[in-house]
């Protein structure tokens, strides 16, 4: 896959995912945390559903992916995006460690029951 291609795919997926993931983040820590477990989720929150359901089969190969490019000095020279895939593996690597926290079992909780 040209590099182009791949930043954009990488870049795209890690924050969308991570967008997602982090919204239902917010929308639980300020609304629905009081009346978890009584209260489902809401239904506008399905993009933070399915990234808390499947987030971490996304997050976990494009992180895989994207740090061997951004290590790559000749990628970084050659692509002058490189600074927004390194934005959205941060992001994703965020969403991944609040995932596995405490925190994140909860949320996967209130939104998977």
């Known amino acids: 896959m040209p590099a182009p291609i ?4 990488l870049t795209a997926v890690q924050a969308v995912v991570a967008a997602a993931y982090f919204s239902g ?6 609304t629905d945390a009081l009346y978890f477990p009584e209260q489902a989720p809401p239904g506008w929150a399905w993009p933070a559903v399915v990234a808390t359901a499947i987030g971490f089969l996304l997050l976990v190969p494009c992180l895989l992916l994207a ?15 490189w600074v927004l895939l ?26 998977v029951s």
């Open 86 to 111: 390194l934005a959205a593996t941060a992001a994703g690597l965020a969403a991944l460690l609040t995932m596995a926290s405490p925190a994140g079992w909860e949320i996967f909780d209130w939104y």
């Open 67 to 81: 740090v061997p490019l951004l290590a790559a000095r000749d990628y970084r020279i050659a692509n002058r995006f």
């Open 6 to 9: 791949r930043t954009w795919s």
């Open 25 to 30: 983040v917010i929308a639980y820590a300020t």
